[in-house]
């Protein structure tokens, strides 16, 4: 419909928006903005860089952000900082404040926690810190000194900005340890240079190729190389293991497949193991709605997935935006719900379901509920403490108009579409009237011990770049190795595969025919382990605060939430596959 063509160009104009062609002609003005501060080791908390008492226009001008910069909290407003195209400046004075004990006290709680600022020149980020801290050795006694002047070095090719940087120590710092109150006089000064290694087209790349602000948070000292060989080094591993899992696996339904030609020609021998429950294996599970919601959005962030991967693979992503990998997701997730829609409305009428409207509507609801509240729950905490991870209602607007004019009518046009071409479910074996009784298991066969191995063996595989993913998201590194991402992600399909479907080989030999249900919590229990993971990452880094806390919770919940729906979706998947291919390979009456 027009209405929802409307929405998405309009987003899409968003994200890709551009302010100025970067060109200029010497003494022309060059747009300095400001942005924000926060807490160096609290990548979330973030406040407006007018927060603390510098220097400000009377009336500060807002700047537009596009969709993007809003989702990575990003508030630009305009400065008294006046630069002028290959002007150099030695001295010149911003403004006088005459900063009392309120104003002092906020300072001082900004050195203390290491509080950072981010402002552009030509929109390129520099970031430096908002003060330091001097603890003398002998009376443990610590010296809080504000950075008053801002020394910039700015590289030109040709008429464009390709290189900025700031210096905050090139004039003495005020010490505002004590005083109640001080008068303080901030200052910058401009140094420019030629710099022929990057161009226009190429700048951000310095970002990228060059130790960052925030590198001694995330450990960045790793080459790529070393991150390639212990990829592939995982690979080799999970290749063996899943050689010597699928051989042993293979070995033991040829014994049980000779055994059971042996009895079709009269040899008197006892069905045992998994022959024994042919009569109940594809009895349908219980809540079926709920199962077919979840591989229904699970299908759905599988197609989100692969889509992610080759537009990053390919290209598309700039390290540097990292807000656009936000935006396009929620595009995305829109535009595949219709394959939610389509999977859980074709399973469901396969299970012989008919309230098919019930599951439409809890297919819509099933992530997008818990996920909706988690946001505005984090957005409310944001807002209380008037942080710029707070998203404007306009933004918020946008994500629910992007929900209510494609989302929902894609999961109903693929609800009926999945209904509609539903083909019935063509068991190879009849189904009992009376189910049979399930015999007591040992631990080691128990749903728990199971669950647990089918998502502890998966998360083995890929706990390494897991790592790296995290130390981008929370520790504000670059991440740019696409296609070790993809190669990780195969990785973790093929042994979610492998394991999933021994584990029901095991539950079947044990005359369990519960599959359904164990199959996809087995692999998407890989999703709670992520989850764990992260919070022995959280307990180990240096993020504190009430603020920091909820979103590092809030996002984590989310991510393993969708990576269950996604693991668990493979695990069904390649359980069913596996169990309908060997109860055809026996004929049983």
């Known amino acids: 419909c027009s209405s929802d063509l409307v929405v998405l160009l309009l987003i899409v104009a968003l994200v890709c928006a551009d302010f100025t062609d970067?060109?200029?002609?010497?003494?022309?003005?060059?747009?300095?903005?400001?942005?924000?501060?926060?807490?160096?080791?609290?990548?979330?908390?973030?406040?407006?860089?007018?927060?603390?008492?510098?220097?400000?226009?009377?009336?500060?001008?807002?700047?537009?952000?596009?969709?993007?910069?809003?989702?990575?909290?990003?508030?630009?407003f305009a400065s008294l900082y006046d630069i002028r195209f290959k002007v150099p400046v030695e001295f010149q004075s911003v403004c006088q404040l005459h900063l009392r004990d309120a104003e002092l006290a906020s300072l001082r709680k900004s050195i203390r926690e290491a509080y950072y600022f981010e402002m552009t020149i030509d929109d390129l980020p520099v970031y430096g810190f908002v003060g330091s801290q001097l603890v003398d050795a002998d009376s443990e006694v610590s010296s809080l000194l504000l950075h008053t002047h801002l020394h910039f070095l700015i590289g030109t090719n040709g008429?464009?900005?390709?290189?900025?940087?700031?210096?905050?120590?090139?004039?003495?710092?005020?010490?505002?340890?004590?005083?109640?109150?001080?008068?303080?006089?901030?200052?910058?000064?401009?140094?420019?240079?030629?710099?022929?290694?990057?161009?226009?087209?190429?700048r951000q790349d310095a970002y990228l190729e060059e130790e960052s602000f925030f590198s001694k948070v995330n450990g960045a000292g790793v080459s790529p190389e070393v991150r390639w060989i212990s990829v592939i080094n995982s690979m080799v591993l999970v290749f063996l293991l899943t050689l010597a899992v699928g051989f042993i696996l293979l070995r033991i339904l040829r014994t049980d497949f000779v055994r059971f030609e042996k009895q079709q020609e009269g040899d008197e021998l006892d069905d045992i193991g998994w022959k024994l429950v042919h009569g109940d294996v594809f009895r349908f599970p219980m809540a079926q709605?709920?199962?077919?919601?979840?591989?229904?959005?699970?299908?759905?962030?599988?197609?989100?997935?692969?889509?992610?991967?080759?537009?990053?693979?390919?290209?598309?992503?700039?390290?540097?935006?990292?807000?656009?990998?936000?935006?396009?997701?929620?595009l995305l997730f829109a535009l595949t719900c219709g394959v939610a829609g389509y999977v859980s409305a074709f399973w469901y009428k396969r299970m012989g379901g008919t309230a098919w409207i019930q599951t439409a509507m809890v297919t819509a609801s099933i992530f997008a509920g818990p996920t909706a509240l988690v946001m505005i729950a984090l957005d409310a905490i944001a807002t209380f403490y008037a942080s710029t991870a707070a998203l404007p209602w306009t933004s918020l607007a946008y994500v629910v108009l992007l929900y209510l004019l494609i989302s929902i009518p894609l999961i109903v046009v693929g609800s009926i579409f999945g209904r509609a071409l539903t083909t019935p479910f063509k068991a190879?074996?009849?189904?009992?009237?009376?189910?049979?009784?399930?015999?007591?298991?040992?631990?080691?066969?128990?749903?728990?011990?199971?669950?647990?191995?089918?998502?502890?063996?998966?998360?083995?595989?890929?706990?390494i770049e897991l790592y790296y993913l995290f130390v981008a998201l929370w520790g504000r590194e670059y991440y740019a190795m696409y296609e070790m991402l993809a190669l990780v992600f195969v990785i973790l399909v093929i042994v979610t595969s492998a394991i999933t479907v021994t584990l029901t080989y095991f539950q079947l030999s044990a005359e369990n025919y519960?599959?359904?249900?164990?199959?996809?919590?087995?692999?998407?229990?890989?999703?709670?382990?992520?989850?764990?993971?992260?919070?022995?990452?959280?307990?180990?880094?240096?993020?504190?605060?009430?603020?920091?806390?909820?979103?590092?919770?809030?996002?984590?919940?989310?991510?393993?939430?969708?990576?269950?729906?996604?693991?668990?979706?493979?695990?069904?998947?390649?359980?069913?596959?596996?169990?309908?291919?060997?109860?055809?390979?026996?004929?049983?009456?």
């Open 22 to 76: 970067h060109i200029y002609q010497k003494y022309e003005v060059v747009p300095v903005h400001v942005n924000k501060v926060g807490p160096y080791s609290n990548p979330t908390e973030t406040y407006p860089y007018y927060h603390l008492p510098f220097c400000k226009p009377e009336n500060p001008q807002h700047r537009h952000e596009t969709f993007a910069e809003v989702f990575e909290g990003d508030r630009f």
């Open 159 to 202: 008429d464009s900005i390709v290189k900025v940087k700031v210096d905050t120590a090139s004039r003495p710092p005020v010490d505002i340890t004590h005083p109640d109150s001080v008068f303080i006089e901030f200052s910058f000064s401009a140094e420019w240079y030629e710099e022929s290694e990057y161009t226009l087209e190429n």
């Open 289 to 330: 709605t709920l199962l077919s919601a979840f591989l229904g959005v699970g299908s759905q962030f599988l197609t989100l997935l692969v889509a992610l991967l080759l537009l990053g693979v390919f290209g598309f992503f700039h390290p540097m935006e990292r807000g656009s990998v936000i935006v396009v997701s929620l």
């Open 428 to 463: 190879p074996c009849r189904v009992k009237k009376v189910a049979r009784l399930i015999p007591p298991a040992p631990w080691y066969r128990s749903a728990w011990f199971h669950i647990t191995v089918g998502g502890f063996t998966p998360f083995s595989a890929i706990y």
């Open 514 to 589: 519960h599959w359904w249900w164990r199959s996809f919590l087995s692999g998407g229990a890989t999703g709670l382990f992520i989850l764990l993971c992260s919070f022995v990452l959280f307990v180990f880094s240096e993020m504190s605060g009430l603020l920091q806390t909820a979103f590092f919770i809030g996002y984590m919940l989310v991510i393993s939430y969708a990576f269950f729906l996604a693991l668990g979706t493979i695990g069904f998947f390649s359980a069913l596959l596996f169990v309908s291919k060997i109860y055809t390979v026996i004929k049983s009456d």
